[in-house]
């Protein structure tokens, strides 16, 4: 399988996050970066380091000028002496509210939703990589023999056109969807990260030619709370092209399974030329996030039943967190994949 990452993806890293009123640590850190590389390095997986020269692919879903602010924001933050060390907002729009202001408090709140995206130095060369890796993949797909995996960190499925949210600044499955729709024609995405796919889905909320496909834990129990409900299905020319499968606490192998192939179905019955899996690992049984009981048996089948579909594949990584497993969740989805796909 051909890999693809860029080393600047290290360069976000902030230790803490502040959610439930307190200061917590913060689920997106680098060493996750390290450890997915670790894994496809141990698993002699072709590498390569993705040319940042694409920016362009960024704007064609995100809106121009909240890139520019995601570029210039840590350097109008610091240039105030008495604001912290971490860029956080403390304001937020609502749907009451429709003025975009420019004073950088309120300008960050209109593009912020939580407290969940801190940003510092680091952060716009490590989620304009991240792009960058998602956006290789998809050029290298049309010609590849072989499926591609896009190390993409941080992850970027909650980010819709102007709006970060969820640890996500910008849309890396969505960008390179958009591409693949330029070669491939139809192309469909199935999420199996533990959490809804909500910038994804608005992303491609009235398209006919984009399949989203989502299986996640019950948005009535935790974020993102606003969207991925089953009824939630597209609307004008994408009417029936979003699929939601929102599923119980503690969901486990047999149940997840159930939703994939019921996806798969859906996939099959779409005929899209190719296929984006946004591949979250937080639904493992030993994630922190802890909301489903997903095994390494359960990841390696969902590889080979998602390998199984014989599209054309980019997979683009989406979130996982830090534990003794998370490696061990990539490597057997990795190779289940492949051993269908040979």
Same mark, same amino acid.
């Given at each position: 399988m051909l890999v693809v990452h860029h080393p600047d993806q290290r360069l976000h890293d902030p230790d803490q996050v502040f959610r439930t009123g307190k200061f917590i640590a913060q689920p997106d850190r680098a060493e996750r970066y390290d450890i997915f590389l670790g894994i496809v390095r141990r698993d002699r997986h072709e590498i390569v380091e993705a040319p940042l020269n694409r920016a362009e692919a960024?704007?064609?879903?995100?809106?121009?000028?909240?890139?520019?602010?995601?570029?210039?924001?840590?350097?109008?933050w610091i240039a105030h002496p008495d604001y912290?060390?971490?860029?956080?907002?403390?304001?937020?729009?609502?749907?009451?509210?429709?003025?975009?202001?420019t004073e950088l408090l309120g300008e960050l709140g209109w593009y912020s939703n939580s407290t969940s995206c801190p940003i510092t130095e680091g952060t716009w060369p490590a989620i304009f990589a991240s792009t960058q890796a998602a956006v290789h993949g998809a050029d290298r797909l049309a010609s590849a023999d072989t499926p591609i995996y896009a190390l993409c960190r941080p992850p970027g499925h909650h980010a819709y056109p102007d709006l970060m949210t969820g640890v996500?600044?910008?849309?890396?499955?969505a960008i390179a969807a958009q591409q693949l729709t330029k070669r491939f024609g139809k192309v469909a995405i199935i999420d199996i990260d533990v959490h809804h796919c909500n910038g994804t889905q608005f992303i491609f909320w009235d398209r006919p030619d984009v399949l989203v496909c989502s299986i996640h834990v019950d948005?009535?129990?935790?974020? &993102?709370?606003?969207?991925?409900?089953? *009824?939630?299905?597209?609307?004008? !020319?994408?009417?029936?092209?979003?699929?939601?499968? &929102?599923?119980?606490?503690?969901?486990? *192998?047999?149940?997840?399974?159930? !939703?994939?192939d019921a996806a798969a179905a859906r996939i099959r019955g779409f005929m899209p030329g190719a296929l984006v899996v946004s591949l979250g690992f937080d639904a493992g049984e030993h994630d922190p996030v802890a909301a489903f009981k997903i095994t390494d048996h359960g990841f390696a089948e969902a590889g080979r039943r998602l390998s199984a579909l014989n599209y054309p594949t980019l997979l683009v990584q989406e979130g996982g967190y830090l534990s003794p497993s998370l490696g061990g969740y990539l490597g057997s989805f990795l190779r289940a994949f492949e051993e269908i796909a040979a």
């Open positions: 960024v704007t064609e879903v995100h809106d121009p000028a909240y890139v520019e602010f995601l570029k210039g924001v840590y350097r109008r912290g060390p971490v860029v956080v907002p403390n304001v937020h729009p609502t749907h009451r509210m429709h003025k975009k202001p996500c600044y910008l849309n890396n499955a948005p009535r129990l935790t974020a &993102p709370y606003y969207a991925g409900y089953a *009824d939630e299905i597209g609307d004008g !020319a994408g009417k029936g092209t979003n699929f939601n499968q &929102p599923l119980p606490w503690a969901t486990p *192998d047999s149940a997840w399974l159930q !939703a994939v």
